[in-house]
């Protein structure tokens, strides 16, 4: 009795352990960033978006677009609204903007 609840509660230290190391990993990762003016590759992972690379299918968005007759400062407007939705901005310049969400729990990059 006393060996399979010392080797249960190994299992489930080591389980809870991989989920740390994982969330750890999961928030190192650096934005693609701009190659020769555009958005460059995603890289394979399923949590990475991209609206130039349209022959990604696995990666693709459509970009969002803003009309031309718009009067606000469109970037300020969308960095505030990832602020708001919980997201953290990684890079950004006067033409790119990168941002993150994680989740709650382990903080996992989606």
Do not use: W
């Not at 299992?11 to 555009?38: C, D, N, W």
């Not at 990475?48 to 009067?71: G, W, Y």
């Amino acid at each position: 009795m006393k060996t399979t609840f010392l080797i249960v509660s190994a299992a489930i230290s080591a389980f809870i352990l991989l989920f740390i190391v994982l969330a750890v990993m999961s928030r190192s990762g650096k934005a693609p960033g701009l190659t020769e003016g555009r958005l460059a590759k995603c890289p394979d992972t399923p949590n990475c978006v991209c609206s130039e690379q349209k022959d990604d299918t696995r990666h693709f968005i459509a970009p969002i677009m803003i009309p031309s007759a718009v009067t606000i400062d469109s970037l300020a407007l969308l960095k505030t609204t990832i602020r708001e939705m919980g997201g953290t901005l990684r890079a950004e310049s006067d033409n790119y903007l990168a941002s993150t969400f994680s989740s709650p729990l382990f903080g996992f990059v989606r």
